[in-house]
């Protein structure tokens, strides 16, 4: 990609019209990770309702979300008739954790964690982003000190992709507003002060007061709180 394209495209405002842009002007493989929270479903919208073909949703099933992310996923694939491709972790991998930790082994310690995260997730994620020259996400700069520093596109390092953040300056506000305003499924334990949802078993709901990501991985240090699938 060239400097004027990456600058043309990082000046685009609105998503959809950086999406269509994006997808109009690139070639090579373009893939779009939803984990079906309310900030990758402004995506879908733009993604599916525009019909555009040459960019790939997938989603990776660690085996441990809650019903109603299933839930939004199929009502997803019902309203906009779009294919998602799943990524589920290694069988034997996650046996071999399994057996020698236990099933919750991640509540022991912050590496059996991260060590379940990269089975569950960084490694069907690094199956699903192979080959791609874009990788677009749901990522906004208010969820977390750590993406305060994020551009809207940018070169990712440890995947060897350019990572294109539309919603990056976006408040919540602004997501939940064009969902209502779009008719967008979401997830409903939104509704129930979860905000950022991912396994069951490392997600509660945010009290008030709370930062964004305290729900996450709750029982451990509060400074940084990534499961290694955003560096």
Known sequence: MNSNFLNQLSQIENPEEGLRFL?????????????FGIEDQVI??????????????FTLDTGRL?????AVWDKTLLQYNQPIRVYYPDTDELE?????????GFYNSVELRKECCHIRKVIPLQKAVKGAKVWITGLRAQQSDNR????????????QLYK????LHWSTDDVVHYL????VPYN???????????CAPCTRAVKKGEDFRAGRWWWEDQSKKECGLHQ
């Open 23 to 35: 997808s109009e002007n690139t070639e090579g493989k373009i893939v779009f990770s939803t984990s």
């Open 96 to 104: 071999t954790y399994v057996n020698k930790n236990g099933i919750n």
């Open 188 to 198: 409903t334990l939104h509704d129930q002060n979860f905000i950022s949802i991912g």
């Open 44 to 57: 879908s919208h733009g993604v599916f309702g525009q019909k555009l073909k040459n960019i790939e949703a």
């Open 164 to 167: 294109y953040n539309p919603l």
């Open 148 to 159: 305060n520093n994020l551009e809207i596109i940018q070169w990712d390092e440890q995947y």
């Open 180 to 183: 209502k305003r779009n008719g």
């Open 66 to 70: 809650f019903p109603e992310t299933y």
